[in-house]
């Protein structure tokens, strides 16, 4: 038993308990957030030190600690920091529960880093359902008519992708007799082709896996929960379901499906082709449907919808390369960061706007660059990198994404990708235009809490520095994708 | 030693940019002499460099290589060549001028000169660049600098022409990417020297060359313009500062013949030879359609904007007549265009800011009351038009003569005569807007009206200079530009 592989979730478990016991102790609440980034950044220590070390598994090959497993923890680690920082001033308004609201965001961040680590169906679901209850309680946290509404349907249809989820699992589990991946890729190599064409339950049970986790990366056609859920939620929150919610989603996928299901190489080609069609469906739609909006995180919504679809890209040119090819995945990793920074960036500009105007709305944030200058520079910067133009991480994560694509003759998904990319310049620059161009409401500045500026500060300086050094990041997408071929 | 040059020739505007930016309480002066600065500077090097370059030798120069994305192969590769040399100095020089030009600035002085920087390091960059990942990213940089320029300092429709203006541009670029990685897996390279030698192997074929060909091109036409997809320049002209259009004409649409014969006819000139009857019928449509609509223009501004789209038909002419003269006229006629429409846009925003008028049925008899700029405008005007001793006779005739001896596209001397008859509809709106606006009887509500001040003075000599030197000694760009694109016609046999 190598216990110590498991030290960054058993440091970060114990952190989230510390910090409910510290909320009855402390009169002080804004030490929770402080233990909360210790715990964390002491995780990540943990996750740092055990980097680039051979693949280890552990508990009878439930859980692999692999660099992929460790790059998706160091992920969802700094974007739970980001959103305990991004938090501070809205907790401050919280009058109780102030230690629950710190404990969920580390649970969580503890689900989705075991289910970064799971290598086992029943693993996968139980860290799924921890990450995702942790999420529902989080998304009604304001109380108000808005937010009950945005948990209450995020409750009903998270559950009902899992159960389709679960379904799912078994059928897989009752053609091949294990719920180990590896196990489950022999044995679906060892049915042959008409083995696997004589099993339709095995063909069923992958299409309710891409089904249910369809749900948790919000690709359309599972995508309906997204604005409302969005929009209702507590920034924060909202940006932590953006990110790292759709980062886990990712992470499950990549590994089932190049482990379980890689080979043979007809039935790759097969699911990816699927989400080659799904990638281009759901950038089209999520673009499309952000054009009208007029409430900024409901626009958000639906470009987190198109952005899951560029990373569809990934998962299709993970299907369709050659057994052995890794590039689908590295690329997947490697956009996931870029959009995790950029996204997270302008979330945290997003909650110190709207904090201070107290409006959702994008006509209200006119004239912002003429109130804090620096603050509609970091927004603008990070919209330029989601819409994927340089010098920003996006046009990077983008060029390398659909260059995958484009090696393993997807050229097609990579025009309708790129000309999605001009879409959504239209919406992401007309926030830009009316911070720049509209007459500000009062000249009064918009203040922000030191924490926030930490924040906004690490992840725009992130979103160049991820450009310009772009190189020592890809490599170590490429490690973590090669660990998972072998 | 020598590889410095190109690298502070790109950082110069983009320290100055960074200054401006983020050191806090400037005040508007020392903002204004960040940047005369920075871009002076940066024009001094660029005339180091071309007095230095080496004619005898010729090829690639001051170049620079760093690794930089070791996954995709990319590297960090600068270089000038006789094609590309020409260009830099022109970016150079119209970046000092435009600062000049912008002196009378008020407006949210600070973001303005930081966003007129970046864009001057944009498009040098762009000329300076051998990789292709790294021309890309150049060429997208260019966007952002230039939407804010229009949409906050702009005139006019300014927002809607801005946004135009980034949505073509972002459209063409969205193809051009596609090219790109298409072009990168086909040979395994980014490095445009390797794959124009062809040392790049061909490590797969994802597609007909001809596709990557067409989805490249796409990108540059948007951006010459080529009809029909000219249709954002006549909005942004207009609409921008008179800087941004200065820019916008005089250097920027020239990316797009460049990236032409830098990437398109370098790489491609078999495809290029095939193809050649269609680009060349779309540039005699671009010359005729665009001088037509000239001919019906009445806002001052708005007809040199249409100009150009006729002016750089001549360049996608000279292109595609895929001759070694026709393509040396085409990186001349680059040049010259550039200081002919960016003077005359200079003269446009000089006029419209004494006058306050830019209709030219409202405008009339202007020579009495600012004769400097009625005869700077008059020679800016003539030079379009081709007269004798400026630099548009100089690179129109090189271009025409080049494009009818051309012997590798078949029919070529149609498209040439017909494009000849471009000139002749020039003369016609050139005279009839100098007519209008200068010439005529003297209206009484302008008397009064200033003439040009000392600093504008600076620069409308600087530009007249130029246009005459390299209207009576064309050799000093020609000798460099053939060295350039020599190479690129033996590949066709022209």
């Known amino acids: 038993m190598n216990l110590e592989l498991l030290a960054p979730e058993i440091s970060l478990a114990a952190t989230a308990v510390a910090v409910i016991l510290l909320d009855l102790l402390i009169q002080r609440k804004g030490l929770l957030a402080v233990a909360s980034v210790i715990g964390l950044v002491v995780s990540a220590a943990f996750t740092i030190v055990m980097y680039g070390e051979p693949s280890r598994t552990i508990f009878n090959n439930t859980l692999a600690v692999d660099n992929f497993a460790l790059f998706f923890k160091l992920l969802f680690l700094g974007i739970a920091a980001l959103v305990i920082l991004a938090s501070v001033d809205y907790a401050s308004k919280l009058e109780r529960f102030r230690g629950e609201y710190h404990a969920l965001v580390l649970l969580s961040a503890l689900g989705m880093m075991l289910m970064a680590t799971a290598a086992e169906l029943i693993t996968i679901y139980v860290a799924l359902e921890l990450a995702s209850i942790s999420l529902y309680v989080l998304a009604g946290f304001l109380k108000d008519p808005k937010s009950s509404e945005s948990s209450l349907k995020y409750l009903l249809l998270g559950a009902t992708a899992s159960a389709v989820l679960l379904y799912g699992m078994a059928l897989v589990f009752g053609t091949t007799g294990t719920t180990q991946l590896g196990e489950i890729g022999q044995q679906v190599q060892s049915l042959g082709v008409q083995g696997i064409i004589d099993n339709p339950a095995l063909i069923l049970g992958i299409v309710l896996l891409i089904a249910g986790f369809g749900f948790k990366i919000a690709a359309v056609p599972f995508q309906m929960w997204v604005p409302d859920v969005y929009e209702g939620a507590p920034t924060p929150i909202t940006a932590y379901l953006s990110v790292a919610s759709k980062a886990a989603g990712f992470a499950v996928i990549v590994r089932i499906f190049s482990t379980a299901f890689g080979l043979p190489s007809w039935l790759s080609l097969d699911w990816g082709i699927v989400f080659a069609v799904l990638a281009a469906i759901g950038m089209t739609v999520g673009n499309i449907s952000a054009l009208p909006q007029t409430n900024i995180k409901r626009m958000f919504g639906y470009s987190s919808i198109a952005q899951a679809g560029y990373l569809m890209v990934g998962l299709a040119a993970m299907g369709v390369a050659s057994a052995g090819e890794t590039i689908g995945q590295s690329t997947i990793l490697f956009f996931l960061l870029s959009y995790a920074v950029a996204n997270m960036g302008a979330f945290i500009a997003i909650i110190a706007i709207t904090d201070k105007i107290d409006s959702d709305l994008i006509q209200d944030f006119s004239g912002i660059a003429k109130r804090s200058p620096l603050l509609a520079l970091a927004l603008t910067v990070c919209l330029v990198s989601l819409i994927g133009m340089p010098p920003a991480a996006g046009f990077m994560a983008k060029f390398y994404i659909f260059g995958g694509a484009a090696q393993n003759g997807l050229l097609w998904l990579v025009i309708i990708a790129v000309l999605n990319s001009v879409i959504s310049a239209f919406y992401y620059l007309r926030v830009v235009k009316v911070m720049w161009l509209g007459e500000p409401s009062s000249a009064e500045k918009v203040p922000s809490s030191g924490a926030l500026r930490v924040a906004l500060t690490l992840t725009s300086l992130g979103v160049l520095g991820l450009f310009i050094f772009a190189d020592p990041l890809i490599k170590a997408a490429e490690s973590a994708a090669k660990m998972l071929g072998s | ?494």
């Not at chain 2, 809607?160 to 541009?169: D, G």
């Not at chain 2, 530009?463 to 350039?484: E, M, R, S, W």
């Open chain 2, 1 to 494: 030693m020598d590889s410095g040059y190109l690298l502070a020739i790109i950082l110069l505007p983009v320290a100055g940019t960074i200054l401006i930016a983020f050191i806090p309480g400037l005040s508007e002066r020392l903002i204004r002499y960040i940047a005369a600065v920075s871009t002076l500077v940066s024009l001094i090097l660029a005339v180091v460099i071309f007095a230095g370059f080496d004619r005898v030798i010729g090829g690639i120069q001051y170049e620079m290589k760093a690794s930089w994305i070791e996954a995709v192969n990319a590297n960090f590769h600068l270089g000038v060549d006789g094609l590309s040399l020409p260009l830099v100095l022109l970016t150079a020089f119209l970046g000092f001028v435009v600062v000049l030009i912008s002196w009378k600035i008020h407006e949210r002085v600070r973001e303005y000169f930081a966003w007129l920087l970046l864009l001057e390091a944009s498009i040098l960059g762009v000329f300076c660049s051998l990789d292709l990942l790294l021309f890309f990213i150049f060429w997208e940089i260019e966007v952002i600098p230039m939407y804010f320029l229009i949409s906050i300092w702009g005139t006019g429709r300014r927002e809607y022409s801005s946004i135009k203006y980034v949505l073509y541009t972002l459209f063409g670029s969205a193809f051009m990417l596609a090219g790109i990685l298409s072009l990168y897996f086909t040979t395994g390279s980014l490095s445009m020297v390797d794959i124009a030698n062809r040392d790049g192997v061909i490590v797969q074929s994802i597609m007909p060359v001809a596709v990557i060909f067409w989805l490249l091109i796409i990108g540059f036409a948007v951006k010459l313009p080529v009809f029909p997809l000219h249709t954002w320049l006549p909005d942004a002209h207009t609409d921008a500062p008179t800087a941004g259009s200065v820019m916008l004409a005089g250097a920027l649409i020239k990316m797009g013949g460049y990236g032409m014969i830098r990437i398109c006819v370098s790489i491609f000139p078999e495809v290029a030879q095939q193809f050649a009857p269609l680009l060349l019928a779309l540039a005699v449509i671009s010359i005729l359609y665009g001088a037509a609509v000239t001919l019906r223009q009445t806002d001052l501004k708005r007809m040199i904007a249409y100009s150009s789209v006729s002016h750089m038909g001549f360049v996608l002419l000279g292109v595609f007549a895929l001759g070694d003269v026709s393509l040396t006229g085409a990186g001349l006629q680059m040049v010259s265009h550039g200081l002919l429409t960016g003077l005359l846009f200079a003269m446009a925003g000089l006029t419209m800011h004494n006058v306050e008028e830019r209709d030219l049925t409202k405008l009339g008899g202007l020579a009495r009351q600012m004769p400097v700029i009625a005869i700077v405008f008059s020679i800016a005007g003539l030079g379009s038009l081709g007269l004798p001793l400026t630099s548009g006779f100089a690179a129109e005739f090189i271009t025409f003569t080049g494009a009818f001896s051309s012997t590798t596209v078949a029919g070529v001397e149609v498209y040439t005569l017909l494009a000849v008859l471009g000139v002749v509809l020039a003369a016609g709106y050139i005279l009839w807007m100098l007519q209008r606006t200068f010439y005529g009887p003297v209206l009484e509500q302008y008397n009064g009206v200033k003439d040009a001040d000392k600093l504008e003075k600076v620069y409308m000599f600087a530009f007249v200079a130029l246009i005459l030197l390299v209207g009576i000694c064309p050799f000093i760009l020609t000798d460099v530009i053939k060295l350039g694109v020599s190479p690129i016609a033996m590949l066709i046999g022209g």
